[in-house]
């Protein structure tokens, strides 16, 4: 079964891979909106996947972080720099302030460090709407450009849903390496228990800070793409529900597990979008189904797919130990 | 002098409704380890029952109990059977979450059944303003704050004067040995979330006269309710009484001599102070769950 499974989840991959680039090739404008719309809170989800699934420390400022990217990356396009230039910018920054935003994680836990996170998300929001010397105030940023990549200009939808879809792609690349470096096991030792970890030599301290900077930096590619995405910004997106949206996507998605925030930015992107034809009822179907999908699987889409083949291993195993144990019979 | 005599008596009223709602909250959390990110919808959701019982011709006071009814069935009972039970015992973030998903259901089913639109809302309390020390204070405020005054102690003297109240508490404090020494820990749950939807009931009929019934009016409200739980100690009831007063006061305070556009800073400034040099709150103690 295990020399099969690896190839199939290679092909499958492929097969979702090319039907990413291929389908979207005829969709209109909206359609691409809505799917680039999920690369780039994929991207976000994914960096807080890494700091609440993998290294346990819950954080409802992730929001707060896209905004962070999302400003840096309008402020400095529209005033003539290239959009790589203005990631590097987000992820430093974002990185920064994610690091400082790790202490208070080394005083308190759990839901402490959530209402610390939670009252940081306000606060940056206040910050996007009074500096208005800085950033337009509740006006906003409008006529963010989207970047020439190779010469390319992506200004018409479905080159720039290929921008967002590359991007997802290499921070997702970067993730999966990250998590199987000694880095993610630390993360992971982090989370199951802190202090055998640092009984193992593991620098709780400092990993718990990276924790928060590396998912916050994620969080800063995506408002750095966001923004040349919409094309205009203001205050409102990037208010506490965004934080609450990203934190649901993760755990929706499935906490821990690498694909989650694929899937949970897929529910929470993709699933208002396929019930819009139920007009008004559709954002109470959805608060219906995550709740729904929460009662039935509280560790999220993943964790039913993880309970089945956990199941399917240990009969598999019981029916092998069988078999042994009577081979060993019919010998004596 | 005049301004800051106003500003603290709208402050207090205010803040005791915040003291309402946080106090439902502190319960939730020490029985069952719910975090109600729906505490605010709860609050919005009664006034819309009881303006569709005024719709279909009730009078007024009718109104008022059909509303509380309805809200402890709803968000008593069934929120408790349908959404906490099956999820208590996977620990506290898929239920905080689905109580996010909860909050998102609640607006759209308001939006959507009810109306988008603001509607105004009957007062209970007699609108006007009386004479205190020389100060002109509204009625409606004085109202608010003995009827919430008036719910909190009826409710601190049930929890400590009475054999049902200490039955809660050691519910709350250690559910095993409270199971063991014959305590119907169950009920004694239940109880709770049904106390938790009468003080969002009362809490909206205070409430949504000032603020007008709109599906969207949950939010703020949610919120600072919540900073006032954690501010006064999130495992006490007189924590969140005590925050929930503060939180008022200084919101108003705040709006008028800080600056209305950091007005929402200050009670968030005064959180991460809060969790980080005294995290079990102004009047908690140290991880120690009483009711």
Same mark, same amino acid.
């Given at each position: 079964m295990s020399a099969f499974a690896k190839p199939l989840k290679i092909a499958l991959g492929l097969i979702v891979i090319a039907a990413l680039i291929v389908i979207p090739m005829n969709f209109n404008r909206y359609g691409l909106f809505i799917l680039s719309q999920w690369a780039v809170m994929a991207i976000a989800a994914m960096g807080l996947n890494l700091t609440? +699934?993998?290294? +346990?420390q819950v954080s409802l400022a992730q929001g707060a972080f896209v905004g962070i990217g999302a400003y840096a990356a309008a402020m400095m396009t529209t005033h003539g720099w290239p959009l790589p230039a203005a990631i590097v910018v987000a992820i430093a920054l974002s990185f920064a302030v994610g690091w400082v935003l790790g202490y208070p994680a080394l005083r308190v836990q759990h839901h402490y460090l959530a209402f610390v996170t939670l009252a940081f998300s306000t606060l940056a929001f206040l910050v996007f709407r009074n500096e208005s010397w800085l950033t337009g105030g509740i006006y906003g940023i409008s006529n963010i450009p989207r970047p020439h990549i190779f010469g390319i200009p992506t200004s018409k939808p479905l080159p720039f849903y290929y921008v967002c879809l590359g991007s997802l792609a290499i921070v997702s690349l970067a993730v999966w390496w990250l998590i199987r470096s000694p880095w993610g096991r630390a993360f992971m030792a982090l989370r199951e228990n802190p202090l055998r970890a640092q009984s193992l030599g593991v620098d709780t301290r400092r990993y718990t800070l990276m924790a928060f900077a590396i998912g916050s930096a994620l969080g800063g590619v995506a408002g750095a793409l966001y923004a040349p995405l919409t094309q205009y910004i203001d205050p409102v997106p990037f208010n506490l529900s965004l934080s609450l949206d990203l934190l649901m996507m993760v755990i929706v998605g499935g906490a821990g597990f690498f694909l989650g925030p694929f899937l949970g930015a897929m529910i929470a992107v993709l699933l208002p979008e396929w019930l819009r034809f139920t007009e008004g009822y559709y954002l109470m179907l959805y608060a219906i189904a995550v709740m729904g999908l929460l009662i039935w699987s509280p560790t999220g889409i993943l964790g039913i797919l993880d309970r089945y083949l956990a199941e399917r291993r240990t009969k598999a195993a019981s029916t092998l130990r069988a078999v042994a144990k009577s081979r060993l019979e019919t010998v004596q | 002098m005049s301004n800051l005599f106003d500003l603290l008596v709208a402050g207090l009223a205010t803040g005791a409704i915040y003291a309402l709602v946080a106090v439902g909250f502190t319960l939730l959390w020490q029985t069952s380890q719910t975090i109600n990110f729906a505490q605010g919808e709860f609050v919005m959701l009664p006034a819309f029952l009881m303006l569709a019982a005024m719709h279909a011709g009730a009078p007024f006071w009718l109104a008022i109990i059909l509303g509380i009814l309805l809200s402890m069935l709803l968000l008593g009972l069934a929120f408790k059977m349908l959404l906490v039970d099956p999820m208590m015992r996977h620990g506290v973030l898929p239920l905080a979450i689905a109580t996010m998903a909860l909050a998102i259901g609640i607006k759209e089913a308001v939006k959507q059944f009810f109306s988008a639109e603001a509607s105004p809302f009957p007062s209970i309390v007699p609108t006007g303003d009386v004479s205190i020390l020389g100060h002109a204070v509204s009625l409606q405020s004085i109202g608010v704050l003995v009827l919430a005054i008036l719910a909190v102690s009826g409710l601190t003297a049930l929890l400590n004067r009475t054999s049902l109240g200490h039955q809660m508490q050691a519910a709350a404090q250690n559910p095993t040995v409270a199971r063991i020494i014959g305590v119907p820990v169950e009920r004694m749950i239940l109880l709770t979330f049904l106390i938790n939807a009468f003080l969002v009931a009362l809490a909206s009929l205070l409430i949504t006269p000032i603020y007008l019934a709109k599906f969207t009016s949950g939010e703020v409200l949610g919120q600072a309710a919540f900073i006032a739980a954690i501010v006064g100690g999130f495992n006490q009831v007189r924590g969140a009484i005590a925050g929930g007063l503060l939180i008022g006061v200084l919101d108003n305070l705040a709006a008028a001599y800080v600056s209305t556009q950091y007005r929402a800073a200050v009670p968030m400034i005064i959180l991460i102070a809060v969790i980080l040099f005294r995290p079990q709150g102004l009047l908690g103690r140290a991880e120690e769950r009483t009711v």
């Open positions: 609440l +699934g993998y290294a +346990g | -």
